[in-house]
């Protein structure tokens, strides 16, 4: 009887280790998933690329074109401004009346409200031409940056000067190759990178105000120590 049932188990077993046989056989090998391309992170340092190129030096050559040609138009305005209101105080003579003076105070106000709106306009020109420099360099080295890091199987560039990056392996930055090539662009006669038009922003100056809206042709009333005490604007 005992001989009976190992008998048994022994078939049983020969015919589950028979069928795992026959089912591992039956499959076919998966296919792998194909893998994803690699990405990577580029990094570059566009202060250095500037520096060593000489681009600095020529964006800040401009800049300071542009600021002293806005410097000069805004003396220019301020001494057509000061003449206006040297001329309405001339006229009131020795001793305007009240009335006069205080329209000669509004027009002082006038004036200086008007300068301070020049000088606004000048400091936002050139706020923008700062701007519009730094993006012409940015563009030009743009296409460079891209070249060599698909070169190196990278697909994506930041500037270490405007992003926050606590570490990164030599592998990723770019900046040396990206200057010699620049370089090399130069020495063969491409257009240089950061060669901005000098041609400085100029402010339009507003309208003069209009003349000291009062009677200075008619004999003033006099009145006893009374002068134009609004001072004249100032820069």
Do not use: W
Request: glycine share 4%; charged share 15%; proline share 8%.
């Amino acid at each position: 009887m005992v001989c009976r049932f190992f008998s048994a188990v022994l078939i049983i077993s020969a015919l589950v280790v028979s069928q795992s046989g026959c089912s591992d056989s039956s499959r076919t090998p998966t296919a792998s998933a194909p893998l994803a391309p690699p990405h990577g992170v580029a990094v570059i340092d566009l202060d250095a690329v500037a520096q060593r190129l000489g681009s600095d030096a020529v964006m800040n050559q401009s800049l300071q074109t542009a600021a002293a040609t806005l410097d000069q138009n805004f003396a220019t305005i301020q001494a057509t401004y000061q003449t206006q209101f040297d001329t309405a105080k001339t006229e009131l003579g020795e001793t305007p009346t009240t009335e006069q003076t205080q329209q000669l105070a509004n027009f002082g106000k006038e004036i200086n409200l008007k300068l301070n709106q020049t000088r606004q306009t000048a400091q936002s020109q050139l706020t923008q031409h700062r701007s519009q420099l730094i993006q012409r360099f940015r563009d030009q080295v743009k296409p460079i940056a891209q070249a060599v890091a698909s070169q190196r199987g990278l697909d994506v560039v930041v500037s270490k000067n405007d992003t926050v990056i606590f570490a990164f392996g030599p592998t990723a930055d770019i900046t040396d190759e990206v200057i010699e090539t620049l370089l090399a662009q130069t020495s063969a006669g491409s257009k240089t990178p950061a060669t901005p038009s000098p041609t400085a922003p100029s402010p339009t100056a507003s309208s003069p105000p209009a003349r000291l809206p009062t009677s200075a042709t008619q004999t003033p009333t006099r009145t006893a120590g009374r002068r134009a005490t609004e001072p004249p604007p100032q820069r």
